[in-house]
């Protein structure tokens, strides 16, 4: 595995890089660790932690180097299985690119957004911003960079006053001091960054401005920019600064529709007192890794992980630091018939009964065995909601939602191979596109009653057809992908998952299935 960090998380770093490494070490990888260029003396020092810890070399090896085609070099390495970035989407979909074959893990880039609705608690937002607004000087990917406010909210006088007098409260100051709240920025800014501090567009004003504390230093006070439109140039650079943007709203429908366009399906936040909002909030952002009800996102493994990507590059990818984060980190393959099974088999479609021809006695067996373990899982993992913190106060859920999937199968499938993808995606409730080189006899007759869309058409034909089905959001299922087809397909911001078909629902069911984190305030 290749672990690499952004110049500019420094801080992040530090909590991500033993983490991530930790997870790359138990699952038996070696890591090849990077820093960014700007952070070699602070990777140097992690990289020393780590081998006090155990590590050496060749299962851990630091490899400082600029950020250039010699960064790349080893990126797309033969040798290297698994990237773990902490990187922006641009980047990580050129890397996806790149190396194809690779199994990309990012750490979360969008711009975390919240939502003050009509009906809301105007304190608790307030609370919240002042507190967590400005972790880490504003650059902590789970920090609310917008505030997004209903109008009648907006339009209250008071309500500004109150949010300008909070955050005007906030020491930046050197880390030594004990007045400080708001450290020195990662790093320095660039050109267009340094306007944003001083400059504004269109209807836009200052409600605080952020200033330079000392000369020389990267420390600034928080501002507030109030106005913002949704095409501002301040939203492109707005993670890398100590500002909060103020947006104005006409509804909830609108704030909803903004919230899915910034965040990139990172996390999402609203602020509301009406359950019935509240509801059509969260299906409408379902997209969304994380949701957060009247409260602010605060990243705690295994209780409140970090969020992941809306792109289908990245989009089914377990969360860091949650319970399935692990599995993508390692190769399965399927050596014994899995030994966990469902007391009732509730499966939609039956392959044993209706295959032409008809299966083995041993591939029937598989088959079996499979629709157990499928309704096993789903009945103790997979199909129920669970709860995670013991907080009385505050609960944190975890549930898994089907996204689409388009399933491959080449004329050297199997149809038991077939059947087993088949059976977890539709007990997933996942939308399915086959595209199979053979219509088999059974396909037409018992698959179209269950709603997949079956494609006949060979290779070539399926690889033109992938940014047609890059429009539907699927993912592809295809076990027989080069390392070629998954370069065309990345091109088209598709993922595509080429490892074998299990029987062991425990990791096949996951390909079908995404993460949601859901944190509210009792």
Not at 50 to 67: A, I, M
Request: aromatic share 6%.
């Amino acid at each position: 595995l290749f672990s690499s960090s952004s110049s500019r998380s420094w801080v992040s770093s530090m909590v991500s890089m033993p983490s991530t490494d930790t997870a790359a070490t138990i699952t038996g990888n070696a890591i090849i660790y990077k820093p960014a260029s700007g952070n070699v003396l602070l990777g140097s020092r992690l990289a020393d932690i780590v081998r006090e810890s155990g590590l050496k070399e060749p299962q851990f090896q630091f490899v400082p180097c600029l950020d250039n085609q010699i960064a790349t070099k080893l990126m797309t390495a033969p040798c290297i299985n698994g990237i773990i970035a902490d990187s922006s989407l641009y980047n990580i979909q050129r890397l996806a690119e790149q190396a194809p074959a690779a199994c990309i893990c990012s750490q979360p880039s969008g711009a975390t957004t919240a939502y003050l609705s009509a009906g809301g608690d105007r304190r608790q937002p307030i609370r919240d911003i002042a507190q967590h607004a400005f972790r880490r000087s504003g650059q902590c990917p789970t920090c609310p960079h917008v505030l997004l406010v209903h109008a009648d909210v907006y339009d209250n006088q008071s309500f500004i006053n109150e949010l300008k007098d909070a955050v005007s409260g906030l020491t930046a100051a050197p880390g030594w001091r004990q007045e400080a709240m708001l450290g020195p920025l990662a790093a320095p800014l660039t050109e267009q960054e340094r306007q944003e501090l001083s400059q504004v567009y269109g209807q836009e004003t200052w409600l605080l401005k952020p200033t330079g504390q000392e000369m020389g230093t990267l420390i600034y006070t928080p501002g507030i920019r109030t106005g913002v439109a949704l095409d501002s140039p301040l939203l492109q650079h707005i993670r890398k600064l100590p500002i909060l943007a103020l947006m104005r709203v006409e509804s909830t429908e609108l704030a909803t529709a903004m919230q899915k366009k910034l965040s990139y399906g990172q996390a999402a936040i609203i602020y509301s007192q009406d359950e019935t909002e509240i509801s059509a909030w969260q299906q409408t952002m379902a997209d969304c890794a994380a949701l957060y009800i009247n409260c602010c996102p605060h990243a705690r493994p295994a209780l409140q992980p970090f969020g992941s990507w809306s792109n289908t590059i990245l989009s089914t990818h377990p969360a860091p630091g949650g319970k399935n984060y692990l599995i993508p980190l390692c190769k399965w393959a399927e050596n014994a018939r899995p030994q966990r099974r469902g007391k009732q088999r509730n499966i939609a479609f039956s392959p044993w009964e209706v295959l032409v021809p008809k299966p083995s006695p041993d591939e029937a067996m598989r088959l079996t065995t499979a629709a157990d373990s499928i309704s096993y899982w789903w009945e103790n993992e997979f199909g129920i909601t669970h709860s995670l913190s013991p907080h009385p106060q505050q609960q944190t859920t975890l549930r898994y939602l089907p996204h689409p999937v388009c399933l491959r199968a080449e004329n050297e499938a199997t149809d038991t191979e077939i059947s087993i993808a088949l059976m977890a995606a539709l007990k997933a409730g996942s939308e399915v596109y086959l595209s199979t080189a053979t219509l088999r006899p059974w396909m037409p007759r018992h698959l179209e009653g269950l709603g997949v869309h079956i494609t006949l058409e060979n290779r070539m034909d399926y690889l033109k057809r992938l940014p047609e089905l890059a429009n539907t959001g699927v993912t592809l299922r295809d076990p027989a992908a080069t390392v070629q087809d998954m370069a065309a397909a990345a091109a088209c911001g598709l993922k595509v998952n080429n490892s074998p078909i299990l029987g062991n629902a425990r990791i096949e069911l996951l390909h079908y299935l995404r993460e949601q984190y859901i944190t509210r305030i009792q």
